[in-house]
């Protein structure tokens, strides 16, 4: 086979249908190659991505996995024949390298592996665990993707909130109510493995080449379903609505662990298990297990993390913004934007989690706190879009020798934001204009706020530190320049976003992935301070499960 990039096809071929790209997109490989339609066997999209730079003529530009009905000889000749036209620029022998994880595995003890956590990290890590035959048992505090589903929606309807079972616990984690975005920053071979898991289980097969993947709140929640089922049906366990309350650590090494479960009457009980294999996967809200570690003994340090706001536009205003003329064009959809304003002050704003076409949800996981996060379906059809705005905390900005610091200054800025909003989950809001000018908002403009508990016009600066506050200000008119239309005046900025990541990270040793302090612990994922995002997430969720596999 082979792979040809660089394939540019022009907007206005196509119509943003499936079957109009798949015929424009052979007829320019045909065309590209030097081919007749019987020479073409298959060909499969490998990456497509938007190039939006010239307004007036914006493309798609592919590469492309070529077989043709001759085989290997007859891919042979062909590059011959394009080396000495030489036009063989951009077409190679497709890379045969892939993934690959044990089929199965001795295990090196008799004690059945523990994940703590089914977010992204620990599905996949249990995952390879259960099909290399270690029958791990996968650990979660929150409920199944049904009932947390169900436990949201009340959540949103009626300000009831589960602190075991919302937008930040239960199956598939954070990222489940998060729009599912794929995109990383990283490279791996495990990343078309974790693509090509997600479809198995029902994501689209276009997440497979688009540059920017995306699945869907709406859709996720069956996904991790299906690779749940997958577990299970390889010979793990998984148990919703368990806690880990409990470590048993003696001369280094974890020896057990204590497990708390509630039943539908709110009766707890609790079970000690014998464990020398534990994988902490908790997520970067699991703030008891934090200082369960801490008081453990466990190594633990401070980390940099963000906190800030969620800023809402008109999707067509981003539309317009990044595509001009062409905006609303059936085969664009709605635009995703991707910002950052360096300061000489030497902090940094970005943009972070944004949502096309999407909504602000209630991400609350304790009493009395107002969290705010974004989340898209699979259409990207909502009339807003939304995104994180953060500014950097810097382990120096916090107080004290507490290692837990920062959790205490992310809890304090939702509870502000929760007595700001007047009770009941809602969340202090602002336009943009009254931010920049250090005014109090009175009421909304063009841009409807979508966050679900309702909002309060008020001022953010009551509810972040100074230092985040001055950098968003500073920051959004340089976003405007890359942006047009970034600081539209009644632009929504909703309080507080405190969870985009893990304040603290539970240290670990590089070579081995395991505790520095704590033989037999496997920090994993984002909670534990080494991924963000679902694809980061996922990958060390597998180098763990291969790292415990040689153990």
Not at 340 to 352: C, K, P, Q
Not at 372 to 395: C, E, I, K, Q
Not at 456 to 474: F, G
């Amino acid at each position: 086979m082979l792979d040809v990039s660089n394939i540019h096809i022009p907007l206005n071929r196509l119509d943003g249908s499936i079957q109009s790209e798949e015929r424009v997109l052979r007829k320019a490989i045909l065309r590209r190659l030097h081919l007749t339609p019987d020479d073409l066997a298959s060909l499969e999209p490998r990456k497509r991505s938007i190039d939006a730079r010239k307004k007036s003529d914006i493309r798609f530009t592919y590469t492309v996995r070529v077989q043709l009905r001759g085989g290997s000889n007859a891919e042979r000749a062909l590059l011959q024949r394009l080396a000495k036209r030489h036009d063989d620029r951009g077409v190679r022998v497709s890379s045969d390298k892939r993934f690959e994880l044990p089929a199965e595995v001795k295990g090196t003890s008799s004690q059945r592996p523990i994940v703590i956590g089914a977010g992204c990290a620990g599905l996949f890590c249990a995952l390879a665990l259960a099909e290399a035959g270690l029958e791990p048992i996968l650990v979660e505090r929150g409920q199944d993707a049904s009932r947390r589903t169900a436990d949201i929606q009340r959540f949103n309807q009626t300000g009831q909130l589960d602190p075991e079972s919302n937008i930040q616990f239960g199956l598939g984690g954070a990222g489940t109510f998060s729009d599912g975005k794929l995109g990383t920053g990283t490279k791996s071979l495990a990343h078309r493995y974790i693509l090509e898991t997600f479809v198995e289980a029902g994501a689209q097969r276009e997440i497979l080449w688009d540059a920017k993947p995306h699945v869907g709140s709406d859709v996720l929640p069956q996904v991790v379903t299906n690779i749940c089922k997958r577990i299970t049906d390889a010979g793990g366990e998984v148990r919703f609505g368990t806690r880990l309350c409990g470590m048993g650590i003696s001369d280094g090494h974890v020896r057990s662990v204590t497990l708390s479960q509630t039943d539908d009457l709110g009766i707890s009980r609790e079970e000690t298990l014998p464990c020398d294999q534990l994988v902490l996967a908790c997520g970067h809200s699991a703030r008891d297990v934090f200082e369960l570690l801490r008081d453990s003994g466990v190594t633990l340090e401070r980390k940099t993390f963000a906190m800030g706001v969620r800023i809402e536009h008109l999707q067509a205003t981003i539309d317009r913004a990044q595509y001009g003329p062409a905006a609303g064009h059936p085969a664009l959809g709605a635009s995703p934007y991707k910002l950052v304003a360096h300061l000489d002050s030497g902090r940094t704003a970005y943009s972070f989690c944004m949502c096309p076409g999407g909504y602000v949800v209630a991400a609350a996981s304790e009493p009395d706190g107002v969290v705010t996060n974004g989340m898209s379906l699979s259409d990207r059809a909502g009339t807003n879009a939304n995104s994180g705005l953060l500014a950097n905390v810097f382990p120096e900005d916090l107080p004290g020798e507490d290692v837990l610091a920062g959790v205490a200054l992310q809890r304090s800025c939702e509870r502000r934001a929760f007595e700001l909003g007047g009770g009941g989950y809602v969340a202090p809001a602002q336009l943009v204009e009254d931010f920049l000018e250090g005014r109090a908002s009175t009421g909304a403009g063009q841009v409807q706020p979508t966050y679900p508990r309702g909002v309060a016009w008020s001022s953010i600066d009551e509810c972040l530190p100074s230092y985040i506050t001055d950098t968003l200000r500073r920051a959004i008119p340089l976003m405007d320049r890359k942006l047009h239309g970034f600081n539209t005046a009644d632009a929504v900025l909703t309080g507080v976003e405190t969870r985009s990541s893990s304040p603290v990270r539970v240290t670990r040793d590089e070579e081995t992935l395991q505790s520095v302090s704590t033989a037999g612990l496997w920090p994993c994922g984002e909670g534990a301070g080494y991924a963000g995002g679902i694809m980061s997430a996922a990958t060390d969720g597998l180098r763990v499960a291969l790292s415990l596999m040689s153990h």
